[in-house]
């Protein structure tokens, strides 16, 4: 079994071994005009999660279709419990390898896709707004209506990320779009 990298593991083990000489290693990002400033905790946790997600997409391609699906499923429950728990992060971070597992499935609009992706897809919407990020929630919701153009909790969702964006028009009519959808599976 492959050890994950980390950056955060990485700059740990520098640390660890530069502290007899005194030097520290600080990580910088570089912002809009080209400046460069001291990464936070947050900028190394994505990119720990970056790390993780692409060994995660490419052991799981290797994995044969009902496997992949499998793990999708294992993935989306414990995602679930995360949820659930009202940790958010680590619920979206399972939720996006369930969604590696879906790798292939993504043009398909079968009842698999349907099944899995859908709730997922939603999930990770109520995710990024509990974590104020409604732009990404936006874009989950938008991929979550391309499976189902009509799904009630996609488009409610999305109504919020649009207010999360002072986008009231359109949250309006995502709202009415949703009420509309409700009553139409209430049928």
Avoid: H, W
């Avoid at 490419?58 to 496997?67: G, Y």
């Avoid at 002072?166 to 599976?185: F, H, I, M, Q, V």
């Amino acid at each position: 079994r492959k050890t994950v990298a980390t950056m955060s593991r990485a700059l740990e083990v520098v640390n660890e071994q530069s502290e007899r000489s005194g030097v520290s290693v600080t990580v910088k990002k570089q912002v809009a005009g080209g400046t460069f400033v001291a990464a936070e905790e947050g900028d190394v946790k994505a990119a720990d999660f970056d790390l993780k997600l692409g060994q995660v997409v490419e052991a799981v391609s290797q994995l044969p279709r009902e496997e992949k699906l499998a793990f999708s499923k294992a993935m989306r429950d414990a995602g679930n419990q995360r949820f659930a728990a009202a940790d958010y992060r680590p619920a979206l971070e399972m939720y996006a390898q369930a969604m590696a597992g879906m790798d292939g499935e993504r043009r398909r609009l079968d009842a698999t896709r349907r099944e899995i992706a859908l709730p997922i897809l939603n999930n990770m919407a109520v995710c990024l707004l509990a974590m104020r990020k409604p732009r990404l929630a936006l874009e989950m919701c938008d991929e979550a209506l391309a499976i189902d153009p009509t799904n009630a909790k996609a488009l409610v969702r999305k109504g919020k990320a649009f207010e999360g964006l002072d986008r009231y028009a359109e949250a309006k009519e995502c709202l009415e779009r949703a009420r509309t959808a409700a009553e139409t599976d209430e049928k």
